[in-house]
């Protein structure tokens, strides 16, 4: 499966970006989808995930309230909802794919496929 993600900007702080992740090539819904973020001079970590068929997700701590994924499996589509943006949620973001039930949702080596990121910026 092929992924691009989109959204990124720049943006204020208490503002929102909605992240898009177009998925091509296989049947999207065989697929767990994550968001992941890097900040400069950080390591990649974990914001949220979501199951297959939406019903369940999971988020990081620091995002809890203010992100939401969602998914669209009629469109291919993955979405992460961002609200009261802060500076410190500055990072590249990026949008992943993992075959179903293979682990902890944060765990980035379970995830086989990775979007090319987008750039989010939050000025204070």
């Known amino acids: 499966v092929q992924l691009q993600a989109s959204g990124g900007g720049l943006v204020q702080a208490g503002g929102s970006l909605r992240l898009s992740c177009a998925s091509s090539g296989r049947t999207f819904s065989n697929y767990e989808m994550g968001w992941f973020r890097q900040a400069p001079g950080k390591e990649r970590e974990f914001v949220a995930a979501?199951?297959?068929?939406?019903?369940?997700?999971a988020y990081a701590d620091p995002v809890k309230g203010r992100f939401t994924i969602s998914r669209d499996n009629t469109k291919n589509m993955a979405y992460l909802q961002m609200n009261s943006l802060k500076p410190e949620d500055t990072a590249v973001y990026y949008c992943?794919?993992?075959?179903?039930?293979?682990?902890?949702?944060?765990?980035?080596?379970?995830?086989?496929?990775w979007g090319q990121g987008t750039q989010v910026t939050v000025s204070s």
């Open positions: 979501i199951n297959w068929s939406g019903v369940y997700t």
């Open positions: 992943a794919a993992r075959t179903i039930g293979v682990g902890a949702w944060a765990d980035q080596g379970k995830y086989d496929h």
